[in-house]
């Protein structure tokens, strides 16, 4: 498959690109038609990045709504106070079977053209192949949540693994101190991959493989988030969602409110997204260049920080399409319309891999209140 006309996204330069068994082949630096290639797309004024990498998310919450409904000083008191205020919607949401609530989160993800999403929480089983789920780690809740966690932090069975665990999720001295806490309990001197991150401050984040931000739940919860412009000459930043417990659906909301925080330049936010987390999670992705998973992204936005599911044309994971535009089917003549289906978001028509109007059906059988952002 070729993708001709292309516009790189931040950088505006033109390119066709080349993808032959689920690997980019090839990025030409003009236009291009090769007869001989099995499927040929052309462009007009469309820009390209690589599929976004969601560091942070829990694939079985996001039939979720927001749960706060005031401001809290840590992560422990909403907890708390969530299951107490909003008990009878926390049980009915799970009612719903976790594999139908996973199955949603994975496509809540494909639908703002997310190809590999981290998943925190136990082993999850994914029966399919629209965007890869990432669980080559060791998975910690938190310093407090996780009776545990020091026995799972030090287990030697895991020592090669990088362990991933919510930490300094708040504005407190509680906060501050787990972070101290769980820095002096790594006897094994683990790769610790810390989520939030809100009350961390310089010293205690070089002692970190990398911080996963995720600001639109921080400052849902918090009102403040982990102070990037000092942290982040320290450890790597990764971009995360969360679940719709403390976030929008839509991780280019979280993407756009993150920019105006104005803690990370546009290249730094790009690259929270894309080759920063690709480098911490060991995945052959995250750039457009020769040689990489064909993980690619195609959307008719006038830029990347004003992308939204509605304009996002195609979705590559692998070199294989999990979801495209309905304006592309002309040009799509080799497709199996067969193998997807067709929703709406917006005023825009995709077809997505699977049936997704079935799931969502069975979801309502469960939770009839079960609110989904296409139709």
């Known amino acids: 498959m070729v993708l001709n006309n292309v516009r790189m996204a931040l950088t505006g330069q033109k390119v066709s690109i080349r993808i032959k068994d689920g ?4 990025v030409l630096q003009d236009y291009t038609h090769d007869q001989t290639e099995e499927l040929s797309l052309t462009f007009d004024d469309v820009i ?8 942070h ?8 709504p927001p749960l706060a409904g005031r401001k809290f000083k840590n992560y422990t008191e909403w907890g708390v106070y969530i299951h107490l205020k909003y008990k009878d919607i926390i049980d009915s949401v799970l009612q719903i079977p976790e594999k139908l609530r996973i199955q949603w989160g994975i496509y809540k993800n494909l639908l703002c053209g997310v190809t590999t999403v981290v998943n925190h929480g136990k082993k999850i089983k994914v029966s399919n192949d629209l965007i890869s789920v990432f669980q080559d780690c060791q998975s910690i809740h938190s310093v407090h949540f996780e009776k545990r966690w020091r026995f799972a932090l030090n287990n030697p069975l895991k020592k090669n693994l990088p362990a991933v665990i919510h930490c300094g999720e708040g504005i407190d001295d509680l906060a501050s101190n787990e972070i101290d806490r769980l820095i002096q309990s790594n006897l094994l001197k ?7 991150g809100v009350a961390m401050n310089e010293q205690q984040a070089k002692q970190f493989k990398a911080l996963v931000w995720c600001p639109e739940s921080n400052y849902f919860l918090l009102d403040k988030t982990a102070p990037l412009d000092r942290l982040k000459k320290h450890v790597p930043i990764l971009f995360g969602t969360d679940s719709t417990l403390t976030g929008d659906w839509n991780i280019w909301e979280h993407i756009r409110n993150a920019k105006q925080t104005d803690m990370l330049s546009e290249q730094e936010l790009f690259d929270s997204l894309t080759v920063n987390p690709a480098n911490s999670w060991g995945l052959n992705a995250g750039v457009i260049t020769e040689g990489m998973d064909a993980d690619v992204v195609l959307s008719k936005a006038d830029s990347f920080f004003t992308a939204d599911p509605q304009n996002i044309l195609l979705v590559m994971h692998k070199g294989r399409v999990s979801l495209f535009d309905e304006t592309l089917l002309p040009q799509l003549k080799t497709i199996n319309t067969n193998e997807y289906s067709k929703i709406s978001i917006g005023d825009s028509s995709k077809y997505v891999k699977g049936n997704l109007p079935e799931l969502i059906s069975k979801v309502k059988q469960f939770y009839p209140d079960a609110s989904f952002p296409v139709v």
Do not use: E, M, T, Y
């Open 23 to 26: 690997k980019i082949a090839q």
């Open 48 to 55: 390209v990045f690589p599929g976004l990498i969601n560091s």
């Open 57 to 64: 998310d829990h694939l079985d919450f996001n039939l979720f």
């Open 190 to 196: 683990r790769s610790i991959v810390a989520v939030h």
